[in-house]
C-alpha cells in the first residue's frame, strides 16, 4: 500500500535528492517550505546550496505538469505542493500556527484524518518529532544516510582476541605471518588491528594489523616518534602505523576532546612533509565553520583572518609540535608550505602531493565529505578527525553524519584504515572532564 509522504524543510536543505529516496509513494511539500527554502537559498553553506537545488528540481518537474494537482515522478511516485487554503479539516486548536513548524503539523494532521493511505511527516527537527507524539502524528527521520547499527556502534578499527603462545611467538620472529587457523572465521576488515593475548595465562601479547591485499597480519613496528611527539598509549601507536604507511590515503580518528587526534595528524604530516626525507609538498589544513553558527564571511580580513577562530585549535597544536620556533612555523605559513584553507575553497579544488588534514569532520555532512574526498589528487592523504559525539550541526547525529558515514563505508577497502582514540592523554582534568560531563 503506498503511503503519503510529508517533507519538512529540513529534509530539503539536508539533501536536495531527497525527492528521489520515497519509492513509488506520495509526496506532499507544504506551500510554505517553498518560503523558507527562499529564506535560506542565499546562503553561502551547504544548506544554502542544497535550498537552491531544491528549489531548482522542483522548477524542472514543472514541466512535466502542475506541481499543485500533483506530477507523476520517474520512480513512479508522486509530487504535490499543497497549500494550507486546500486543508478542509479545522486544525488543532492549541498550534500557534504563526510558526512554519506548527503550520507542517496542522496540515499532516490534517491529510492524515482525510487520506486512506498512511501519512508520515519526515522531518529532522527532534522537537517537531516530539510534537508529532503529542498529536498522534506519523513521524519520522529522514534516514538516508544512517547505516550505523547503534546496538553496535560506530566501527573501532580494533578488536581484541585470544590465542596460543606460540602464534604469539610466531608472530614475532616472523614480522607477518599468513592468516592462522585460530582466526581463520573471523571476519576482517581491511587494515583492522588485532590486539592478540595469550589464551592461558593472558600475560603474552601481540598487536598486529590485517593486510588484506596479501591475507596476512603483520605486526606493527615501533615509532619512536613523530615531529617529537611520542604516543602514549596503544591507539596512538595504531594512529602513527597507519598515517606513516604511503599504502593509505583516507585515514580517519575518531575520539573524545584530549585523545591527541588532531596533534597525532598533524605530527605525522609535518613529518611526511618537511622531514629529510619528506614525501608531500605541502599540508593543508581545515575544518567546518559552522560548528560555532557564524558564518566566516561576515569577519573582516582575508581569509586566513576569517578563518582564525575556527582554525585556531589546530594553530595551537602547530604551535605546540613547533615548540620555540616560531618563525619557522610562520616561515611554513607564509610560503603556502602550510595551507590553511577553508572548505568551501577545498571542495573547488584538485590537490595533489599534500597532505589534507580536515578537523572537527563529525560537522560535514556525507554529500560536503564526498565532495571533499574527490578532491585528492594523486600522492596525497587525507586525515579526517573528530568526535561523534560532539556535532553542532543541526541535521546531523553520531550515525548520520559524514565522518561515521565515511568509516563505515570504507572499512573494507584497504586505501582506508580507522582507529578509535579511547584514552585522553591532555591532562588529568581534561580526560575526567569528558567521561563524567
Not at 99 to 125: G, R
Not at 358 to 386: C, F, S
Not at 388 to 403: E, F, H, K, R
Request: overall charge negative.
Amino acid at each position: 500500500m503506498k503511503k503519503t509522504f510529508v517533507l519538512d524543510t529540513n529534509v530539503l536543505l539536508y539533501d536536495a535528492e531527497c525527492l528521489l529516496s520515497f519509492d513509488d509513494n506520495n509526496i506532499v511539500i507544504p506551500l510554505i517550505v517553498l518560503e523558507e527554502l527562499d529564506r535560506h537559498k542565499r546562503r553561502p553553506d551547504e544548506a544554502g546550496k542544497n535550498a537552491r537545488r531544491s528549489v531548482r528540481m522542483l522548477d524542472k518537474l514543472r514541466e512535466k505538469g502542475s506541481i499543485d494537482k500533483g506530477i507523476t515522478l520517474d520512480n513512479g511516485g508522486t509530487l504535490t505542493i499543497l497549500s494550507s487554503d486546500k486543508i478542509t479539516c479545522p486544525f488543532p486548536a492549541d498550534l500557534d500556527l504563526s510558526t512554519v513548524d506548527n503550520m507542517i503539523l496542522a496540515m499532516t494532521k490534517c491529510l492524515q484524518e482525510t487520506n486512506d493511505e498512511k501519512v508520515i511527516l519526515v522531518t529532522k527537527d527532534i522537537n517537531v518529532r516530539v510534537k508529532c507524539d503529542a498529536l498522534a502524528i506519523n513521524c519520522e527521520d529522514f534516514n538516508k544516510h544512517k547505516i550505523i547499527d547503534k546496538s553496535e556502534g560506530l566501527y573501532t578499527g580494533v578488536r581484541r582476541l585470544a590465542a596460543p603462545q606460540s602464534l604469539i611467538d610466531k608472530v614475532y620472529t616472523d614480522r607477518e605471518i599468513p592468516i592462522p587457523t585460530e582466526i581463520m572465521g573471523e571476519d576482517l576488515y581491511a587494515n583492522e588491528f588485532i590486539v592478540m593475548k595469550d589464551e592461558n595465562s593472558g600475560q603474552g601479547s601481540a598487536i598486529v594489523r590485517y593486510i588484506k591485499k596479501t591475507n596476512t597480519l603483520r605486526l606493527i613496528p615501533e615509532i619512536k616518534s613523530s615531529w617529537g611527539l611520542i604516543p602514549r598509549n596503544k591507539e596512538q601507536k595504531f594512529s602513527f602505523d597507519i598515517l606513516f604507511d604511503d599504502n593509505i590515503k583516507l585515514i580517519t580518528l575518531v575520539g573524545k576532546a584530549g585523545t591527541g587526534k588532531t596533534l597525532l595528524a598533524a605530527s605525522a604530516a609535518l613529518e611526511q612533509a618537511f622531514s629529510k626525507d619528506g614525501k608531500y609538498k605541502k599540508v593543508v589544513i581545515s575544518r567546518p565553520v559552522q560548528a560555532v553558527g557564524k558564518d566566516i564571511g561576515y569577519l573582516p580580513g582575508d581569509i586566513y583572518d576569517k578563518m582564525a577562530p575556527w582554525i585556531a585549535p589546530i594553530r595551537d597544536n602547530l604551535r605546540y609540535l613547533f615548540g620555540d620556533d616560531k618563525d619557522t612555523l610562520d616561515m611554513y605559513v607564509e610560503s603556502g608550505k602550510i595551507e590553511i584553507e577553508a572548505i568551501t575553497y577545498i571542495r573547488g579544488r584538485s590537490i595533489s602531493d599534500a597532505i589534507i588534514i580536515i578537523d572537527e569532520a563529525q560537522n560535514l555532512t556525507t554529500h560536503e565529505l564526498k565532495t571533499i574526498i574527490t578532491r585528492v589528487g594523486e600522492n596525497t592523504k587525507i586525515i579526517l578527525t573528530g568526535d561523534v559525539d560532539q556535532i553542532d550541526n543541526t541535521y546531523l547525529d553520531a550515525t548520520s553524519n559524514g565522518l561515521s558515514y565515511t568509516v563505515e563505508k570504507f572499512k573494507e577497502y584497504d586505501i582506508a584504515a580507522h582507529v578509535t582514540l579511547l584514552k585522553g592523554e591532555r591532562s588529568k582534568l581534561a580526560s575526567l572532564g569528558a567521561e563524567i560531563l
